[in-house]
């Protein structure tokens, strides 16, 4: 290649002469052909593709359940664009400027991504209920700090937020997974270019290795996190920037593509659309995703934009340069930033997540999609692109160095703002403590504010729960001789004093809840955080994992075993297990997935959430197995409520499961579930300050709603013990969300972790002669587990 002159600008004129060889050497060696970089119409009407698809599958459209890879369309875009950004910068300049390309990247993005934070704000503060208000400002407050991905990675396996409506700046995960791309990739590129030292070879070979190399990793570890950990695997970054070096790999071998002939350019263009397609419509929520199913619609992006440099109108340009196309595409992230927040208000309105709809509505989709158009577009006309021009009328006018000055302080303006915004709204919200405060702190409430509290107020006469869990305590104690932690009568005397324990009786009569609450034991802020403590940390299965876990509580030194097996239902008993378990000397196991109940051999199809049927049959292939690692002496069952199974197939794998148990020695019981709520219940009571009675709901009605196939199970196998708590949870025909000061609901489902402390002496009652019953010798236990002696519970 020959030498020509070079000029360097005024402001980088070298002081000496090897300053002058080496600024040479640098652009000689970048003196490769540039990525062209002309207005693309196929990649505007990818863009709009990709956009369209998700605001479609947002709003519950079931005709593309793959909607959701448009976001995967966009990394490849944002990949390919970014790097030949880079390349054409290093190539005309012979460096790479990172303040410069992080002053344009963040006037890009920045003013315009502050603008829908601020119309989330206002959202959020006229329609969501103020108990998620801290969580949403802190979401904000990710969000502008560009590390909410992280954030929902870690909450998408934390089993107390699978009942809850999603956080209205969910969307901007892709948005930190791209921004953290953008501040990691020009970095490495530097590095290369300095690395060659004026030699071409090298710095393409060196490129090429970087890229190649963060692919290959990346994408092995996209496939094995999200085989092992599906929700966190979604979000985090490390399994997405394959999909980005995709898009660089294009942008590398975008001239070596020119030699292709037309037509076959073409017709590679037109695979690649149909492979995208293909991802819309074949890829749904059951698909572990990303890893290497993201392959399908980030390969077919890149297959388009390769033909997209020789194909001519006979590619796929020829459909996506559509004037439809092109005015979406040219607003496509305006869309993207505003369309979510009206459908997680649609959500919120229509009770998703708070007892009302099990998904979104598709009418409410639909409205909340096309009612986003107005201030997207209003965004992109009034803010995205003035800013952008008066960019570039910036640029014309004022030094290249104090241009990026003013950008870059543009853009640190915009996420201080956004960072203010959110510590603004949680400051907003009411008064509580955090989360973790909250479920380690307000069971004690039973104890330490005023008692009775809760189901202890229940008790005919006045009396506490305690003192009538006396009697039953002194009559229950040890089963058999040589067993610690069981003290009281013989076991010779336990058959005769069985049948003695009390129950609440029809006199009980309930303190009216009155339509103003106050003196609450939990503040009603506080009530969705007050939940069951699952220990150790990862113990209890998120929606996707198959990893058997064993959650660990009472005494663990205790010398009798009690597990809670099931679904979430079936864990949120182990706050009022852990009591009695250190009192009474018994180790507490919970082993419980979300959203799968403890069958045998049934797919349980949850299609209004996330994936769980192979997942869960995989879990509960597993179960058995490890409970015998644990062999407890007796084993408790519940599971929640599943619409889409009917109640017979259910008790029939229940029942398949409770006989996979019994050959294994180990007896087992049912905990019968609650009343459902048709709504939220902090919610519902947070909307009715001034009338609580609003919230008062039908038993009847709300049992229907409960544990399904149990009853079912109860009638094919009537000697099955069923523990039984439903008269302290719901005492009277119409079930009051709040107890003895205590609301009874933490969600539309899940009681509180306070209120289930508040019965752990009716618990106790219920579940010591199972206890003791599974520890005496044979014959006389299998009489008593077959319900010779307790009975159908």
Sequence with gaps: MSQTSVTAPADEVPTSRAGVRALRAARHALRVPPVPRDFRADIEGMRAIAVVGVMLWHAGVPLLPGGFVGVDVFFVVSGFLMTALLLEEARERGRIDLGRFYARRARRLLPAALAALVGTVVITLAVIPRTRW???????????????????????????????????????????VEEQFYIVWPVLLLLVLLLARGRAKVFRTGSWMVTVGLLLASLALSVWWTRTAGPEAYFVTPTRVYELMIGAAVALAARAWADVPRPLAALVGWVGLAMIAASLVTIDASTPFPGAWALLPT???????????????????????????????????????????????????????????????????????????????????????????????????????????????????????????????????????????????TPKVVDQVRAPVGAGTLVAGGDSAAARG?????????????????????????GSDLGSEET???????????????????????????????????????????????????????????????????????????????????R?????????????????????????????????EKVVDRLVEVDPDLVLMSSAAYSDVPGEEMAQALGRRIDALSDEGMPTALIRDV?????????????HPDAATECVFDREEALARAGTGQSELVALRPALPVVDLND???????????????????????????????????????????????????????????GGLLGAG
Aim: glycine share 10%; aromatic share 6%; net charge negative.
């Design 134 to 176: 801290t969580e949403i400002g802190g979401d904000v407050v990710a969000s502008a700090a560009y590390l909410v991905n992280w954030r929902l990675a870690e909450r998408s396996v934390d089993y107390l937020d699978l009942s809850r409506a999603p956080t209205p700046v969910q969307h901007y995960w892709s948005l930190a």
């Design 299 to 441: 390969g077919g992006t890149a297959l388009v934009i390769l033909a997209g440099f020789n194909a001519g109108t006979l590619g796929p340009v020829l459909l996506l340069r559509a004037r439809w196309m092109q005015w979406v595409g040219r607003i496509s992230y305006s869309l993207y930033l505003w369309h979510w927040p009206f459908v997680a208000a649609a959500a919120s309105l229509a009770q998703v997540g708070r007892g009302g709809p099990a998904s979104l509505p598709v009418h409410w989709g639909l409205l909340a999609v096309l009612v986003s158009v107005v201030p997207a577009w209003l965004s992109f006309r009034y803010v995205e692109e003035p800013v952008r021009v008066h960019g570039r009328t910036l640029a014309s006018r004022l030094p290249p160095a104090l241009v990026t000055r003013r950008t870059l302080r543009l853009g640190l303006n915009c996420s201080l703002a956004g960072l203010l915004l959110g510590m603004t709204m949680m400051l907003l919200s009411p008064p509580s403590t955090s989360s973790d405060a909250v479920a380690w702190r």
């Design 470 to 494: 006396a009697t039953a305590g002194r009559v229950l104690g040890s089963a058999a001789a040589g067993h610690e932690g069981l003290a009281g009568a013989p076991a010779s005397d336990l």
């Design 504 to 586: 609440l009786g029809e006199d009980v009569e309930p303190t009216p809840m009155p339509d103003r609450l106050t003196d609450l034991a939990v503040p009603l802020e506080q009530v969705p955080d007050d939940r069951p403590v699952m220990q150790p940390e990862g113990c209890f299965a998120g929606l996707t994992s198959t990893t058997v876990g064993v959650c660990e509580a009472g005494d663990p030194e205790g010398v009798v075993t009690v597990a809670l097996l099931g679904d979430s239902h079936a864990g949120m008993w182990v706050t009022a297990l852990d009591e009695i378990g250190r009192e009474r000397g018994w």
């Design 588 to 620: 507490v196991l919970t082993v419980s997935k979300s959203s799968c109940p403890p069958v045998d051999g049934l797919e349980v199809d949850r299609e209004d959430r996330s994936p769980t049927h192979g997942q869960c049959m995989a879990y509960q």
């Design 675 to 687: 009343p459902r709520p048709p709504f939220d219940v902090p919610g519902c009571l947070l909307e």
């Design 728 to 786: 302290a949870v719901c005492p009277t025909e119409a079930c009051e969300p709040v107890l003895g000061g205590v609301v009874v609901w933490r969600d539309s489902n899940h009681l509180s972790a306070t209120y289930v402390r508040s019965l752990t002496d009716l618990v106790e009652q219920q579940v010591r002669p199972l206890v003791a019953a599974s520890l005496l010798p044979q014959p006389a236990g299998a009489l008593l587990q077959q």
